[in-house]
């Protein structure tokens, strides 16, 4: 596969180039408050996450559904927290999305045939509509449970543990996606060929 001016890129340092792209605001938020502090951060992460987005249409011509949200869960928290001066609201941002995340999966058990995990991975794996209400369900359950911790740290620790915090459960839903689909993986379907046999 062949990235900008022909350099070739394997496939995972394209994930790896993703992932830096969907979690650059967050890391930017994380290094600006190291040197000067909270609301310095919540500006770093408001201009971070329109920058993100902005680099995203000029190389797609599309913006993402989740892109649109989570700048306006951004600007609205943000905006908040420097109004007012209090970063309480900042701390809200993560259990807003996670929340919100959780009404998403939540809903898609009720709105049209597929569940959402069912339509994001059903073009990689097959399984049974029991396995895939199971996975999309925990899922939910999972950023449910994210929100709450999120509440119970910013409450309950002090305002750089929060970061800290913040900055490790970026990865919480990979380690969460890996085992699961480890779990999963004894419920896959063979995938039915599409090669006559002769």
Not at 19 to 42: C, E, K, M, N, R
């Amino acid at each position: 596969m062949e990235y900008q001016a022909g350099v070739a890129l394997s496939a995972p340092a394209i994930r790896i180039m993703k992932f830096l792209f969907d979690f650059f605001p967050i890391l930017l938020f994380f290094g600006v408050y190291q040197f000067y502090g909270i609301y310095a951060a919540t500006a770093a992460i408001m201009v971070a996450t329109v920058v993100q987005i902005s680099l995203f249409w000029l190389r797609f011509r599309r913006v993402e559904k989740m892109h649109l949200w989570m700048l306006g869960i951004v600007m609205v928290a943000g905006g908040a927290t420097l109004f007012f001066q209090n970063p309480l609201f900042i701390k809200w941002k993560p259990t807003i999305a996670y929340w919100l995340f959780a009404l998403i999966l939540f809903g898609s058990h009720f709105i049209g045939d597929r569940s959402l995990i069912e339509r994001m991975l059903g073009h990689v794996m097959q399984t049974s509509q029991r396995v895939w209400h199971s996975m999309n369900f925990s899922w939910g359950l999972f950023f449910l449970a994210m929100g709450v911790v999120n509440l119970y740290v910013a409450y309950n620790y002090p305002e750089d543990i929060w970061v800290k915090f913040k900055l490790i459960s970026v990865f919480a839903p990979m380690v969460f996606a890996v085992g699961q689909m480890l779990v999963a993986y004894r419920f896959l379907e063979e995938k039915p060929s599409t090669e006559q046999k002769s």
